[in-house]
């Protein structure tokens, strides 16, 4: 991950990704539910069309077991009408889900512009300043040049100042990543 910017919309990706596969998984459901909806309404059609003849008994014989049959049928498309309720009440609401997820994923992602930080710009200012310290710290000792230019005391001011400007980068870019 780079320091550049702050990767806040990096979770949502995979919660984007997640709903997916959970749309799926509701989707092959639903189409159980068709399956099974369409079978039985073959199966439901072929009884409804069966007349048992008049001679039969209408009570305790094969006549009333085809209103059994009829009656057991009658539940089972009530049943297979799941597929309808998973479609409106499931997959609609977890399309929902992901549609918002993806809107507040470009929203983020537009905002990126603000959670840009420049704690590797400070933490390169923070080493040449450093650097210029040590090599102020070695003429100064030898008393080699101009030490006005180079006072150390002048020099570690600068340093003082880089290492606070770096500490406020990284402070603000903690307190990014935490929201």
């Known amino acids: 991950m780079s320091s550049d910017s702050v990767h806040v919309a990096d979770p949502y990706p995979a919660w984007r990704t997640y709903l997916k596969s959970l749309i799926t998984y509701f989707r ?3 189409s159980s ?16 069309n069966t007349t048992a003849p008049t001679i039969f008994i209408s009570d305790g014989g094969l ?11 009658k539940h089972a498309l009530a049943e297979s009408n799941k597929s309808r309720d998973i479609e409106i ?26 959670f840009k930080n420049s704690v590797d710009k400070e933490k390169e200012g923070t080493r040449k300043a450093v650097a210029a310290l040590e090599e ?15 006072d150390p005391f002048i020099v570690r001011l600068a340093v003082e100042r880089n290492v606070e400007r770096q500490i406020d980068e990284e402070n603000y870019l903690h307190r990014v990543s935490l929201h």
């Open 136 to 150: 102020a710290l070695q003429h100064y000792d030898h008393e080699d040049g101009d030490k006005s230019s180079n």
């Open 28 to 30: 092959e459901i639903q």
């Open 63 to 73: 006549n009333e077991a085809t209103r059994i049959l009829n009656d057991y049928h």
């Open 33 to 48: 539910y068709d399956q099974r909806s369409k079978t039985i309404m073959k199966v439901s059609n072929v009884i409804s």
């Open 89 to 114: 009440d499931v997959i609609q609401a977890l399309n929902g889900l992901r549609a918002d997820l993806s809107a507040k994923i470009k929203e983020i992602k537009g905002l990126s512009g603000d």
